[in-house]
DNA sequence: AGTGATTCTTATCATACATCAATGCCCAGG
DNA sequence: CCTGGGCATTGATGTATGATAAGAATCACT
């Protein structure tokens, strides 16, 4: 758990007699590729926090298909905010692309380590924050821009992902198939090649 | 200021003689349609509660078309939380749809109120929450459902601006042209008058 | 009331992207 | 090894939505 230490200890300033009092609160758990960890209509109990490997939340619609909402590797958080905050039922899914180690995280633990520290307070308020921001800047993407612009934000933004998702995945996230997102590839390949 | 003080005193729960000293630290402005409030490249310096009226906000893209983010009515808070919050430049501009009375709030205000009360501490926190709440769904509906569906679905959430509101926002709102909701909506009209 | 500006509609054509189907690739498990 | 199930690519075709343009309706201001 070196990467949630970490996170406790710098990002959130926790200090060492606090943490060890917080360390109890959590569970680690080992996750198989595939393995879900959330299902919709169920109550998000816990967030996830990546040690390592890489998780995905996603909806499925009426036609079965899946439409990614975010991605998590290492360092990240995963959970429905929503659905553990208002405790209501989470229309989303929650299961690891890889491999991965998670440290689960109870709505107790939140409310605790609030409770202890200034810096954790304030850390969670800069999370949500970002992910506002985050969710509007995808927002606007998605009104605003073509498959090829949101595929070479992406790009941009998450070189990492880019590498260890299956393409399929990363179409899924940029709301269009499979196929267009191949085609999207082919054309940029295209494009850099041809000086002009 | 009614609504603004009602929104303090009932859904913040503040307090006679704090609110004396809060109120202090706002200023209230009427707005003319199609002011503008705010723009691209300048920094979030005030949050606006709107008394009556309708702001929005919105993007220009680089073909100057515009993309609404949000519509914000009577009792709803129009901000660029991001600009704001990390004192960055936005890239949003919020103008009046209608003549509209706001109260500005800056942080200082948010600040103050913070440490005074603990429920408008979590009244914010709520807030905060509902936002990502409310964006999450709307990247969802952007990735998988169809213009008529997200029209069905803005008609429901906010079947009050859907009235007021040109039809051309709402495209704007939606991620379509006008023209494409034109079509949306006629069909929509002939499937209600069909039975089968 | 009149006139010009916005807004909405309608029609035609254009295009980005989806769908369907076939192929090849890779590599995981017997 | 071989074999089967994901995954990526490609081609043919379909469709929802965009672009453009024109007219009709509505609104706003003198």
Known sequence: MQNFTKYL????NIA?????????????KSIEKG???????????????????????????EAGKEHIIQFGSENW??????????????????????DTQVVLINSEF???????????????????QNHIRHQQKRINLLLSASAERRYMDFIKLYPD???????????SYL???????????KELAHKNFKPN
Not at 16 to 28: A, D, G, P
Not at 77 to 92: G, K, M, T, W
């Open 9 to 12: 200890k710098t990002k959130a």
């Open 16 to 28: 060492e007699s606090e943490f060890q009092r917080l360390i109890k609160k959590v569970t680690f």
């Open 35 to 61: 393995e879900i960890l959330l299902r919709s209509g169920e109550i998000c109990r816990h967030s996830f926090f990546v040690e390592n490997g890489l998780l995905r939340s996603y909806t499925v619609d």
């Open 77 to 98: 958080i995963v959970s429905d905010r929503s659905s553990a905050f208002f405790n209501e039922p989470s229309d989303l899914f929650i299961d690891a692309v890889e």
């Open 110 to 128: 939140i409310n605790e380590a609030s409770e202890i520290s200034s810096s954790f307070r304030n850390y969670n308020q800069i999370a949500l």
């Open 161 to 171: 992902l880019t590498l260890r998702v299956p393409q399929w995945m990363i179409a």
């Open 175 to 185: 709301g269009i198939t499979p196929e267009s997102l191949s085609r999207v590839r």
